[in-house]
């Protein structure tokens, strides 16, 4: 397992970034894993990249905890998707597929 930092921050209230654990495993396939306190992200973009998504993600959901007054309870899941042909045919459901080849994303809720 290989561990990154990624920086928390709290907006544009100067608050001093709090560092973010981010582990990089294996996930899929020959994709990466990126996994953070509240994401687990599966993607084909660059390592530098995926890592300042995740840090956006956890500084988007600080924001919004902050906001609807909780914190996050449970790990949110996803694939970011920049080239379908490194994604084993077996990963992407079709539903996402087509939304993805038609240029956009999809939400699919889940639970367990």
Do not use: C
């Not at 687990?40 to 390592?47: E, F, G, N």
């Not at 909780?70 to 920049?82: E, F």
């Amino acid at each position: 397992m290989h561990v990154q930092q990624a920086i928390q921050s709290d907006g544009a209230r100067g608050k001093k970034p709090q560092p973010v654990e981010v582990r990089v495993e294996a996930g899929p396939g020959n994709l990466p894993l990126y996994r953070s306190r509240n994401f687990a992200v599966v993607t084909d973009l660059p390592a530098e990249e995926a890592q300042d998504l995740v840090q956006r993600l956890e500084t988007m959901l600080v924001l919004i905890s902050k906001y609807w007054g909780k914190p996050n309870s449970q790990s949110i899941d996803m694939y970011v998707v920049r080239d379908e042909a490194k994604w084993p045919a077996s990963v992407l459901d079709g539903e996402g597929l087509q939304h993805i080849r038609a240029g956009g994303g999809v939400t699919v809720g889940r639970t367990a």
